[in-house]
């Protein structure tokens, strides 16, 4: 099997499970379909160009955020964070399914999964299109 057809099979059963658990656990169907997208509101940071906007897209993307979250809402009891959780959890998920990976900071388009790049953004590796502090391209 293709890397890629591992990670969109792994986003799809995370969907799975995060949208089961919610659910199971009693989570109202009008948060879900409130929140179902919530994480995309991280697009706008494309506003201040590539580099910021694949940063804040990418932290709104990771698995990680949504993990922490859960964690704490069990430590403290606090079931409406367990249930915002779950949700993006789920969002990352059927991202991932779909096809919709971490940005690279070269262009929107330009994911782990997919490997377009926008037009006029150079092939390769991602890193090497990239400015440096100074102002300077690597390619």
Known sequence: MYPKFILRLEGAGIAAVAT???FTIGGPL???VIL???????MVAYLAGPRVGSAVYNAFHTYLTPVALGAAGMWFG??????VALIWAAHIGVDRAVGYGLKYPTG????HLSGA???GTP???PAEAVSDAAGT???
């Open 20 to 22: 089961a658990a919610y």
């Open 30 to 32: 009008w948060l879900f």
């Open 36 to 42: 179902a997208l919530a994480p995309d509101i991280s």
């Open 78 to 83: 606090m079931a409406t964070v367990i249930w």
């Open 108 to 111: 929107f388009k330009h994911t």
């Open 117 to 119: 790049t926008d037009p």
């Open 123 to 125: 092939a390769g590796n």
């Open 137 to 139: 391209r690597n390619d």
